[in-house]
Nanobody, 120 residues
Framework: QVQLVESGGGLVQPGGSLRLSCTAS????????MGWYRQGTGTGRELVASWSFAGTTDYDHPAKGRFTISRYNAENTVLLQMTSLKPENTNVYYC??????????????WGQGTVVTVSP
């Protein structure tokens, strides 16, 4: 089992910056990937940025060039540096982790989210 705790959200002016942090606890040795998601339309969550143990990163089109995901010297912590923030970036940002369970089963877990509000 893996538990996630996010922090770093808050109120910021347009053009400002925030740094989100996601820290995992529990079976952290089995983590294969971590990422940040935002609440999309309807019930789905959409990818903002992700990192995998293979060294790959992925960004959605709005985030690329403004957001940067990085590992904080350990596989159990991932940061999302957000710059040039726009009102459209206002959302609840969720951390997600993928990890290996028994029998090579790939499991996932979500954090509770951290609120980012971009407003004048």
């Amino acid at each position: 089992q893996v538990q996630l705790v996010e922090s770093g959200g808050g109120l910021v002016q347009p053009g400002g910056s925030l740094r989100l942090s996601c820290t995992a606890s529990g079976s952290t040795r089995s983590i294969t990937a971590m990422g940040w998601y935002r609440q999309g339309t309807g019930t789905g969550r959409e990818l903002v940025a992700s990192w995998s143990f293979a060294g790959t990163t992925d960004y959605d089109h709005p985030a690329k060039g403004r957001f940067t995901i990085s590992r904080y010297n350990a596989e159990n912590t991932v940061l999302l540096q957000m710059t040039s923030l726009k009102p459209e970036n206002t959302n609840v940002y969720y951390c997600k982790v993928f990890y290996n369970g028994r029998g090579y089963r790939l499991l996932d877990a979500w954090g509770q989210g951290t609120v980012v509000t971009v407003s004048p």
